[in-house]
């Protein structure tokens, strides 16, 4: 818990990235997620995101150096 990005209680795989809203560019560092599980829509810090998404599609099985 505690991970923003997963506002939604779903697997964090089933987030993708929507088309950027006019109101986001308020919020440069934000990026506007979508879960194609639930459907919600949600703001996260785009560089969290990026990384926990990075994570979670195998990067982290590459090997440490
Ligand atoms: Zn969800």
């Known amino acids: ?3 923003p990005y997963f506002a939604c ?8 990235r929507s088309p950027k809203q006019g ?3 308020l ?9 194609a599980n639930c459907g919600k829509s949600q703001l ?4 969290a995101a990026d ?3 990075a994570r979670n ?3 982290s099985k590459l090997p440490k150096n």
């Open 27 to 35: 919020l440069p560092r934000m990026c506007l997620y979508h879960c």
């Open 44 to 47: 996260f810090l785009q560089q």
């Open 9 to 16: 209680l779903c697997n964090i795989k089933h987030l993708a």
């Open 51 to 53: 990384e926990a998404l």
């Open 1 to 3: 818990m505690g991970l």
């Open 23 to 25: 109101w986001t560019r």
């Open 57 to 59: 599609t195998g990067l």
